[in-house]
């Protein structure tokens, strides 16, 4: 996966913003774990793939939030500091690979 080089300053998540991204990263960690246990239990394959399914849609959900945060603050702090054009570029090259 490639790295973005930026020169925009970054705007420091508060513990509470972490803590719940955390949180749902934890949540997701088990949902794998959970599916790691299906499969050597022989479990049945369209219960698995739902579950897969699942996690798919939580990552997603994480990713969206954070792309969320990043445009009201990144973006938008680029943009009245006249460099928005270069964050939207980047925003959207990062948006094109996460909804592969």
Known sequence: MGEFLHD???TPRTDEEKQAVVNRL?????QVRGIQKMVEE???CPDILVQISAINA???KVGFSIAERHTKHCVSDAVKSGNGDEAIDE???VMKQFSK
Do not use: N, Q, T, W
């Open 91 to 93: 925003l959207m090259e």
């Open 26 to 30: 934890k949540r997701i960690e088990g």
């Open 42 to 44: 022989d479990r049945y």
């Open 8 to 10: 925009h300053p970054v």
């Open 58 to 60: 939580a990552l997603k």
